[in-house]
């Protein structure tokens, strides 16, 4: 090609690409007027919450201004708009204290997920095969509203069913009650709703305890992974950093009883393996022996009235027998006795897994008589219930089972996932299948909210209002709450303020005393004094001594205690055909689940394993060379519920007749980095339930493991490429 | 002043929980891999969380170790970059690496002890919208360089800056890099070594402390303090 013909060419191309580009709409950048001031490169702070868990943690935001792509009245185009950049623990927050977990870290990959839903879309398709077609807001909220109205006009308020799992259960409940259909049925896996029932008993407060971990000298930790996934973890590992080296001279000791080494296990001084669901025994064992040598005043008070003996000294539990039954040695038994009585403030905290066997609630009622014998309650370096701001709640609603003998004709889904976490026996995809008009608020589709009708997506936490009320973590009470600390990114809308309006719109209307969300948040602040609001949108939130009378107080005792005594654990499943017992547990980076979508958390190294992107079964050494499986072999655990295949990993910190697996992964879906991937060991789960709560006993189930197959590439190591000497001891001989 | 940024680890604070591990990720643009490239070791974690067992069930006890780049006085990888791309900072005392001046020879990464080095595979990819999180006071390292912990030396220059700016010294604790920002126990702690009055340097001056694998003669910035003291 000559010089000449190249320009000419060029000339051509240049100009047609640029006709073309003026014929479409989309090639042409349109940039809107900020409406924001800010300044490039200079960071602004603001105030938020995270939503991950319950716990209610105060963040502190990093916004910076940045150049977005957003779709304004039809027209794509860019702004330059205040984004937010990283999440930091508020400093002064009670329950963050400046610090976050891994997950609180993550959070803000919500806000940015490429799969997140942009607007209102409605079911085209068959329900559950995930096509959806975009919709306006009116449309949406009217149609909802029109759902709702003909309930009313043919009298059948009750067939509106609620389901959550999260923070806007008061406002939900509220609603629901006001509307005339019954209360919300709450589900989550790891519910701690047997531990608020044993609490409720033992001390009047239905709810998760507070452990003044800062000024303790001794713990007992009993199965509660209280530093990684439960309770309120960040609260939890701040008292814990100072229990260990922050007072000078004194260094708090940690024992962790249970049969699979949790994260905080590995934590503890001395780590003592039991027999699963006799952890109860144990703590009765500890305090047969301070009432025998009278190392304590023999009060049990409240919730020694509760345990079967206990007047007489706990005889059906001396330490010999109480070692046939747990495993642990007498002699242990006495040493961890007069070491809990002597080295006070001591204080024992169960949760978890001893608390999923079917005799839980003997658990839970036994170590809470163990904390009064040691004076533990309400004391400093003891155990106390965060006061709570008391908001009139109807009484929990029914099962996720019952919900389908009810056979609801509208069903309100809110921050939850049970088709992924609850058991397959208990049918919940059925009986969501069989409603006929199913409205979400989730942000993403996951195994549940791909069978909704309608999903009108919820703001993320940074973009709209967010509240928390912190049940534990602690000693003053807390109000977590915060403003938007961003512009939406997208057409969605915060769940509060869609409720309130369909509240609103409906023909005979719902008054929920607000308009708007941050109004309702404002209302419920009300009690606390006219400065309480002004305060807590600067600082995350608002915390100090509730006035009197607006505190929930504690419920008297019941009249004839009820006489506990162990029963051992029954479980599914025959010993001789699933010889092992199946341990599902909350993974630090998943929880539940639920947080299974964002990429940091798939790719950070699990805290035992070091596995990324993974599902693995865990055995132990002896376990896994009896039945001839390596370190990343392909095993099939089966239990009478279902069966799955997955990667191997050995773990020494395991029980050889345990097998564990850690929840999260198997999401058939929930975007792209966790559709798929791995499998959900909740399949293998049969529903064995509490007597007492009908909360899951997650840890009731049996299993039988066999090698499948070779190492299929599944399980993925970050040590594998190399650790440092495998010495522990390195560094400590010097 | 010249300074010595330095770290202290009190490993019976540390419970493992990984939020450093994360925090890092946020800070830094560290992108994530996805599975295939993991499996393939090329996950990238300026610091991670070792765990090491001991013992036999029952009688089995486990460790966590936090290990990130160790900021040696005598780092191995600075002698063996052909093109100073890794190389000692004289105002700051870290081991700096120059992201254009690396050419991916990958030596320091064979030279370092800690296995702290990681190479980019690629060019870094984010899903949008995900790349508005990124932190535009860090610079994004493309394919074919080695990227390292900096102990968030963006941090650290901000903080410079502000306390030149008000004719003043940075304070002790004024400078908290990602991680020890966000360790909920307190385990970390961030400070100026040539400060004899600094947090870091007390701690660094601890019975309970050691370097890893000093015997290397790496001389390095972070100590790690023992759970339990020893005789």
């Known amino acids: ?734 | 002043m010249a300074h010595r940024w330095g770290m202290a680890v009190d490993l019976d604070r540390c419970t493992g929980c990984g939020a450093c591990v994360t925090a890092c990720h946020a800070e830094n643009n560290i992108p994530t891999v996805g599975e295939l490239q993991a499996s393939r070791g090329r996950a990238m974690h300026w610091i991670r969380v070792e765990r090491y067992f001991e013992g036999e069930f029952p009688e089995v006890s486990m460790k966590y170790r936090p290990v990130m780049c160790q900021q040696c006085d005598a780092a191995p990888c600075e002698p063996v970059c052909p093109t100073y791309a890794s190389h000692h900072s004289e105002e700051t005392g870290l081991n700096a690496q120059i992201y254009n001046r690396c050419i991916g020879t990958r030596y320091c990464a064979n030279a370092c002890p800690y296995n702290v080095r990681f190479f980019d595979f690629f060019n870094p990819v984010w899903d949008k919208p995900l790349h508005l999180q990124l932190n535009p006071d860090v610079s994004m390292r493309e394919v074919g360089v080695m990227e390292k912990c900096t102990f968030c030396v963006q941090r650290i220059t901000a903080a410079t800056i502000t306390a030149e700016a008000e004719k003043r010294e940075v304070k002790d604790g004024e400078v908290k890099p990602a991680c020890v920002q966000s360790c909920p126990s307190k385990a970390l702690v961030f400070g100026d070594l040539a400060d004899p009055e600094s947090e870091v340097s007390r701690l660094a001056e601890s019975p309970r402390g050691s370097k890893l694998l000093e015997d290397l003669g790496t001389a390095p910035k972070v100590t790690y303090l023992q759970g339990v003291e020893h005789a």
């Open chain 1, 1 to 734: 090609m000559d010089r000449r013909t190249f320009i000419k060419l060029t000339a051509i191309t240049g100009t047609s690409a640029t006709l073309a580009s003026c014929g479409v709409p989309e090639h042409q950048l349109i940039r809107f007027v900020p409406d924001e001031e800010l300044v490039p490169g200079i960071a602004e702070w603001k105030p938020s919450v995270c939503p991950l868990c319950a716990s209610g943690c105060g963040l502190n935001v990093r916004v910076m201004m940045a150049d977005v792509d957003i779709t304004k009245d039809g027209q794509a185009g860019v702004v330059r708009m205040g984004v937010a950049k990283k999440l930091e623990g508020q400093e002064s927050h009670p329950i963050s204290q400046g610090g976050l977990c891994p997950r609180g870290q993550a959070a803000i990959q919500v806000t940015y997920h490429p799969d997140r839903l942009a607007q209102p879309i409605k079911r085209t398709g068959n329900r559950g095969a995930g096509t959806f077609e975009p919709i306006s807001w009116d449309a949406a909220i009217a149609e909802v509203v029109g759902k709702l109205d003909a309930l009313a006009t043919a009298g059948n308020q009750k067939a509106l069913a609620v389901v959550t799992g999260g923070r806007r259960r008061v406002l939900l409940d509220q609603f629901a009650s006001k509307f005339g259909a019954g209360a919300p049925v709450t589900y989550e896996l790891f519910s701690d709703d047997l531990l608020r029932r044993a609490n409720q008993m033992s001390f009047g407060f239905a709810q998760l305890p507070t452990f003044d971990l800062s000024n303790a000298n001794y713990v007992i930790g009993f199965g509660a992974d209280f530093l990684g996934t439960w309770n309120a973890p960040v609260a939890h590992t701040a008292a814990y950093g100072r229990m260990r080296r922050g007072r000078p001279g004194v260094r708090g000791a940690f024992v962790q009883v249970e049969g699979r080494m949790s994260p905080t296990g590995a934590s503890a001084d001395e780590w003592v393996a039991a027999n699963p669901g006799t952890e109860g025994v144990l703590a009765l064992g500890i305090a047969h022996v301070i009432l025998r040598e009278k190392l304590r005043p023999a009060d049990g008070g409240r919730p020694g009235a509760l345990i079967d003996g206990w007047s007489a000294g706990l005889p059906a539990y001396a330490p010999q027998q109480v070692s046939t039954v747990t495993g642990v040695s007498a002699k242990r038994i006495e040493r961890l006795a007069r070491e809990f009585a002597e080295r006070s403030p001591a204080v024992a905290i169960v949760g978890g897994v001893p608390l999923a066997h079917t005799n839980g609630l003997f658990t839970a009622l036994a170590v809470n008589a163990l904390n009064h014998l040691a004076g533990a309650v309400g004391q400093k370096g003891g155990v106390s219930f965060t006061p709570q701001l008391s908001r009139s709640t109807s009484p929990a609603g029914g099962s996720l089972v019952q919900l389908a003998a009810a056979s609801p004709q509208v069903l309100i889904l809110d921050e939850t996932n049970p088709v992924f976490s609850a058991p397959k026996a208990w049918k919940v995809r059925e009986t969501f299948q069989a409603v006929p008009f199913i409205v979400s608020f989730a942000s993403f589709i996951d195994e549940t909210s791909v069978l909704a009708d309608l999903i009108l997506p919820d703001h993320s936490f940074l973009e709209g209002w967010i509240d928390a009320a912190p049940e534990s973590g602690s000693a003053q009470a807390v109000i977590s709450v915060a403003g938007p600390a961003m512009k939406p990114l997208f057409q969605t809308r915060a769940a509060g303020d869609v409720i309130l309006q369909v509240a609103g719109k409906l023909q005979k209307p719902v008054d929920l005393g607000a308009q708007t969300y941050d109004a309702y948040v404002k209302a419920a602040l009300a009690p606390l004094g006219d400065d309480a609001w002004t305060a807590a949108q600067k600082q995350s939130g608002w915390w100090g001594e509730l006035p009197k009378g607006v505190a929930v107080a504690p419920t008297p005792a019941e009249a004839k205690p009820a006489a506990a005594r162990f029963v051992p654990p029954t479980f599914d499943g025959d010993a001789a055909q699933f010889p092992f017992h199946f341990l599902p547990y909350a993974s630090a980076a998943f929880l539940d689940g639920s947080t299974a979508h964002l990429p940091w958390l798939q790719e950070m190294p699990d805290p035992i394993t070091s596995a990324m992107w993974s599902s693995w079964v865990e055995l132990n050494p002896k376990t896994a060379e009896r039945l001839g499986i390596g370190l990343g072999d392909l095993v099939e655990v089966a239990s009478s519920a279902g069966s799955l295949r997955a990667p191997a990993f050995i773990n020494p910190g395991l029980a050889p007749d345990l097998i564990a697996m850690p929840v999260g992964q198997g999401h058939a879906t929930y975007t792209r980095y966790a559709s798929g991937r791995g499998v959900n060991p909740v399949e293998l789960l049969a529903p064995v339930t509490h007597a007492e709560t009908g909360t899951l006993a997650w840890a009731a189930t049996r299993v039988k493991v066999t090698r499948a197959g070779e190492p299929d590439g599944k399980l993925v190591l970050f040590s594998a490429r190399g650790e440092l000497r495998e010495n522990p001891r390195e560094g400590e001989t010097r």
